[in-house]
């Protein structure tokens, strides 16, 4: 059991109140800092119960609602840390006098938190939401965990992972973007659109068309899935994988591929035709695997568990007798990118690339070989328990 009689400040008692409470699986405190010491779980959750009893004032409502609308960034996400030092601290300021603590010490609880962002990841309420009390703040560290949510009156209650609320959720969670670059693409609230940088140069190489995944890989609270293609191959003359380039939302161009739903079409590079003849030149009789996850943290870096990694590309090679590759096989009448066996002991060697947090969406493997097809598109994204998890269009150019 907590005391708090020994606690002086205000925010050392909200703070071991959350400390206290009941929690869902998944956002426990980390016991291995010792019983004064809080988790990064519980700082979180202290800010977002901050935030939503400030967001009960209609005028700091208003200032909330309009910076999220203003943010450039995809789904009009905030720097959290930046937000609230802004304007000389006038959010952290307000904050701590509906939270009754100093704005000095909540000030260091922001500071000494993990970075975050916040913004509206449901887009249904970033269409309703008119800044009005109906409004929830909610906060989860890991992908899937029971998102803990606060009204503006400061009551606790744990949401559902798999399904938002009809009531408007304002997420403050682990960052995912990079708010030091300049925007690639501003959503219009109004009108729905989307508008992309001009498309770079072709070049010949392995390109994406098309693809399709039959899931988003993603909970509600983090909002659109950050989908990401990388080429993986032979490191040296080992049997370890490492990964030669990645195609995903923060690459510059050629590399430039934000898939922010189910269904993608457009063009966008995978590897080089340069990289494959070197790669061709120093492994020769390897082949390439196209390897798509959907990124939870780090952009272009793998990180997920290392026994399902392992199990799922097993199971794919499994299945498939290992032609689970591809290569270029163009001739002077046709380009194309075909099928083509993988080094079979690669699975093996992934530690090296692995971490935590990102979905593993699959394994592409050509249509022919998997022995189903959908039409207009040529390989399948082949995932643990050699699940079906996509179909996409791979082309040489």
């Not at 010949?204 to 609270?221: I, M, Q, R």
Request: charged share 20%; aromatic share 8%; glycine share 8%.
């Amino acid at each position: 059991m907590c005391s708090y009689t020994s606690r002086a400040a205000a925010l050392a008692l909200l703070m071991g109140a959350l400390a206290c409470s009941d929690r869902p699986p998944g956002t426990a405190p980390d016991a291995a800092g010792g019983p004064n010491v809080l988790s990064t779980a519980t700082t979180p959750e202290l800010l977002a119960r901050s935030l939503a009893l400030a967001l009960g004032d209609p005028a700091f409502r208003a200032h909330v609602k309009g910076e999220l609308d203003r943010s450039p960034f995809r789904e009009h996400k905030l720097s959290f840390q930046r937000f609230l030092a802004a304007e000389r601290g006038h959010a952290l300021a307000a904050m701590a006098q509906r939270t009754g603590v100093a704005t000095a010490d909540l000030g260091r609880a922001a500071e000494g938190a993990i970075p975050l962002e916040m913004y509206l990841p449901v887009p249904e309420h970033r269409r309703t939401w008119k800044g009005d009390a109906n409004v929830l703040v909610a906060t989860a560290l890991a992908d899937h965990d029971p998102p803990v949510a606060f009204d503006v009156q400061g009551n606790r209650l744990v949401l559902d992972p798999e399904r938002p609320p009809a009531t408007p959720v304002i997420a403050v969670v682990p960052v995912e973007t990079d708010f030091s670059t300049t925007p690639a693409a501003i959503e219009c609230l109004s009108c729905g659109s989307l508008w992309l940088p001009p498309p770079p140069p072709t070049g010949p190489g392995l390109y994406l068309t098309k693809a399709h995944f039959v899931d988003d890989f993603e909970g509600w609270l983090k909002g659109g899935p950050e989908f990401e293609v990388h080429i993986l191959g032979q490191k040296g003359q080992t049997d370890s994988l490492t990964d030669y380039q990645c195609a995903g939302e923060k690459q510059p161009a050629p590399y430039y591929f934000d898939q922010n739903a189910l269904d993608w079409s457009g063009s966008v590079m995978l590897f080089s035709k340069v990289q494959l003849d070197a790669y061709n030149a120093a492994h020769p009789g390897q082949n390439i695997r196209v390897f798509v996850v959907e990124d939870d943290d780090t952009a272009c870096q793998i990180k997920a568990d290392r026994n399902l990694l392992n199990d799922a590309i097993k199971a794919v090679d499994g299945a498939y007798k290992a032609i689970t590759a591809g290569n270029d096989s163009s001739s002077w009448a046709l380009k194309t990118f075909k099928r083509a066996s993988a080094f079979q002991k690669l699975w093996t060697a992934l530690a090296s690339l692995i971490n935590t947090n990102d979905e593993l969406v699959g394994n592409a493997v050509e249509d022919v070989v998997v022995g189903i097809s959908y039409p207009g598109y040529n390989w399948i994204v082949k995932g643990q328990n050699n699940a079906t998890n996509g179909w996409i269009t791979l082309a040489m150019k």
